[in-house]
């Protein structure tokens, strides 16, 4: 079963979308963590100042039109998401203004899509909402109620999830190809971490002679005070005593002490010393050092190296039964079938393993669809998100992914030690991830220059 990652990307809080990645099968290249649709919870949306006013075109892209309540509905859902947020929104006109950009650009994208032969099925649309429904700890008839009582549209939330995984696929099958991760990039970002790490595992023990440098003082000033501190410095590394130069000298608070700030974590010290002292000796001294506070000369007086805590990644491991969908067996009727099975398996006249390799039309059939040990990531977001909410032994409803309908049952979990090659994997998404994100910036203003864009009336 081949592997490929999913990424997530920076957009803006208006919406939240996801990137969905084509695979031959239900497993992810070097994922991330798992990613989901979301949406605001289903609350009557707060109004916008003033009254509704009669609806008009504010903005054609690519002779489709943007009306004024449109702009002003997504208006609203953005308001209550800030809200549900704790983000302070802007003022109205600078919303509307973010907003009405914001579908313009969608509108490009959609239209893109559309241009590409992309297509969401219903199956894809119903699995979203039933994560909506999941991730407000409801059934999915209790959030169409909520929904219809708070004059929420049900339709229009579906055509609005619809369109964001059409816009998912069309990202990452424009923007992906766009953030390759070289093995070299991936090497100097594991050094830069196992550095920090060792800084972050040691304890230190530092003194310090601080030449204080007043507030906003002249040029002249702060020369002398810089030439007393160099002075200090080569004092200190010609071999005299470090606790005399401090008490004669320093203006720290340490200064009875001989300067000395005791031993304990690397972290606990301002990083400015902490940097200053990396490759410094014991007995070595470093600086003078500029800080807000003045100068300072620093003595390395012990250093312990505390020994490295195992890097620990989560587990699963689960089994299913994929029946893929095509012109011999729509959606409904592998949902349907998926459903049996699990009555089956459920009431005990059957079991999963049996089900499997009878049925399952994925690689695993043969093993019982048992998928082994995975780390986080390694699935397709759809598949994932379902599989993480079980427990073990626990068997799902029917999941909808782009590969099928699936049936999953979580077998296990654990907690491993991370080997080299699970921290290669996680240092390469976090530099795909981090391109995906520029990417796509760039790639959203280019589809945007592209389209034709007419601003007709401001949205009221």
Request: glycine fraction near 6%.
């Amino acid at each position: 079963m081949t592997i490929k990652r999913v990424s997530v990307l920076a957009l803006a809080c208006l919406t939240l979308l996801t990137t969905q990645s084509q695979a031959q099968g239900i497993r992810l290249k070097n994922s991330a963590q798992p990613s989901s649709i979301g949406m605001p919870a289903p609350n009557a949306a707060p109004a916008l100042s003033g009254p509704q006013p009669a609806d008009f075109i504010v903005a054609v892209v690519n002779s489709e039109p943007i009306t004024n309540n449109e702009v002003r509905a997504r208006a609203a859902r953005a308001l209550q998401q800030l809200a549900q947020q704790g983000v302070r929104p802007p003022p109205e006109s600078e919303l509307i203004a973010q907003v009405l950009e914001r579908m313009i650009s969608e509108k490009a994208q959609v239209q893109l899509a559309v241009e590409q032969g992309l297509k969401v099925e219903d199956g894809a649309v119903d699995q979203a909402f039933q994560t909506i429904a999941r991730q407000n700890q409801l059934s999915v008839a209790e959030l169409q109620r909520r929904m219809e009582a708070d004059n929420v549209s049900v339709k229009q939330m579906r055509e609005d999830l619809r369109n964001q995984i059409l816009l998912s696929r069309l990202r990452e099958r424009e923007v992906e190809p766009r953030a390759k991760v070289t093995e070299l990039e991936i090497d100097q970002l594991l050094v830069e971490q196992a550095t920090r790490q060792s800084l972050a595992q040691q304890e230190i023990n530092l003194a310090q002679v601080l030449i204080a440098v007043p507030d906003e003082a002249p040029a002249d000033t702060v020369a002398n005070l810089k030439a007393l501190a160099d002075r200090v410095a080569a004092q200190a590394r010609a071999g005299i005593d470090f606790a005399s130069l401090a008490r004669d000298y320093s203006n720290g608070t340490d200064r009875a002490r001989g300067g000395e700030m005791g031993l304990r974590a690397a972290e606990l010290y301002p990083e400015l010393f902490v940097m200053s002292v990396q490759g410094v000796p014991v007995n070595g001294i470093a600086g003078p050092i500029r800080s807000g506070a003045g100068f300072h000369v620093l003595k390395v007086i012990d250093r312990q190296g505390a020994k490295p805590a195992a890097m620990m990644v989560p587990q699963s491991r689960a089994r299913h039964i994929l029946l893929r969908t095509g012109p011999k067996l729509n959606e409904a009727a592998a949902i349907n079938l998926i459903k049996g099975y699990r009555q089956r398996i459920v009431s005990g006249a059957a079991l999963f393993a049996d089900l499997a390799k009878e049925h399952s039309q994925d690689g695993s059939a043969k093993q019982g669809g048992d998928l082994g040990w995975v780390n986080p990531g390694q699935f397709v977001p759809e598949f994932e998100e379902v599989m993480n909410s079980l427990e073990p032994g626990q068997i799902s409803e029917p999941v909808v992914s782009r590969f099928g309908v699936h049936l999953i049952q979580l077998m296990e979990r654990r907690e491993v030690p991370m080997s080299q090659r699970d921290q290669r994997d996680l240092a390469r998404n976090a530099l795909r991830e981090k391109k995906m994100e520029e990417a796509y910036v760039n790639w959203s203003k280019e589809v945007r220059d592209r389209a034709y864009v007419e601003m007709r009336e401001a949205p009221l």
